[in-house]
């Protein structure tokens, strides 16, 4: 079963607008990584954020982590066209030597 | 630094066909993580090699092997195709195990069965 669960599955903004996608998980985790994928290709690694912090930043991304809620945002601040693409989170569970696992993705359209 | 590269990078095949897809790491990365992705089922974890070993394996059946080679290059194998096997085939590298790393992806390699 999927560990990450994305939230909105779609979401379609204006360019200059700001673009919040969240994730929720399962099982206590180790870190929790934020991908973008364009159109069929290979996934493009964001952000990773360990269980003992809260925020990070990169650019125009911020990522918080809640690990109370098992929860996770990425904030897309002055979106663009070309941040049109898949975003997905990705944990890494607290138990040793498992494999990421993936949510299945937000699907962001940034409208010129 | 060359990134992560797949080849080949389209293949159709036929129904009981296999198939042998090549992933050659970031140079200096010792593991190679194997994923498909569907539609349906997005993103799932296949096999990690790390030092020729394969140190992690997901829930898919028998058909589905691989293995890494002394310089890091992997490759992966999938026996008697099925219609279901039709996906976008990724491979990620890291410097360390996975589970401890980023992980990088190449471009995939997207199977078509026929």
């Known amino acids: 079963s999927q560990q990450g669960e994305e939230d909105p599955q779609a979401l379609s903004i204006q360019e200059g607008e700001n673009a919040t996608m969240n994730c929720s998980y399962k099982?206590?985790?180790?870190?929790l990584q934020w991908y973008r994928q364009n159109s069929g290709r290979g996934l493009v690694h964001l952000i990773l954020?360990?269980?003992?912090?809260r925020e990070k930043h990169s650019g125009r991304l911020r990522v918080t982590l809640d690990t109370s809620k098992k929860s996770s945002s990425l904030l897309i601040t002055a979106s663009r066209a070309a941040d049109t693409a898949s975003y997905f989170c990705?944990?890494?569970?607290?138990?040793?030597?498992?494999?990421?696992?993936f949510g299945k993705g937000t699907r962001l359209s940034v409208i010129a | 630094k060359a990134g992560v590269t797949q080849t080949p990078r389209y293949l159709i095949k036929t129904r009981g066909q296999q198939v042998t897809l090549s992933c050659s790491p970031i140079s200096g990365h010792r593991s190679v993580s194997w994923y498909q992705q569907t539609p349906g089922q997005g993103l799932q974890f296949l096999f990690e090699y790390f030092s020729e070993t394969q140190r992690n394996k997901g829930n898919f059946p028998g058909r589905f092997s691989g293995r890494q080679f002394s310089n890091s290059r992997s490759e992966m194998n999938v026996s008697t195709l099925e219609l279901g096997d039709s996906a976008l085939y990724l491979c990620?590298?890291?410097?360390?195990?996975?589970?401890?790393?980023?992980?990088?992806f190449g471009p995939g390699t997207r199977l078509t069965v026929l």
């Open positions: 990705a944990c890494h569970p607290n138990s040793g030597n498992t494999p990421l696992v």
């Open positions: 990620a590298s890291s410097l360390r195990l996975a589970y401890t790393d980023t992980q990088y």
């Open positions: 954020i360990r269980s003992n912090e």
């Open positions: 099982t206590s985790i180790n870190n």
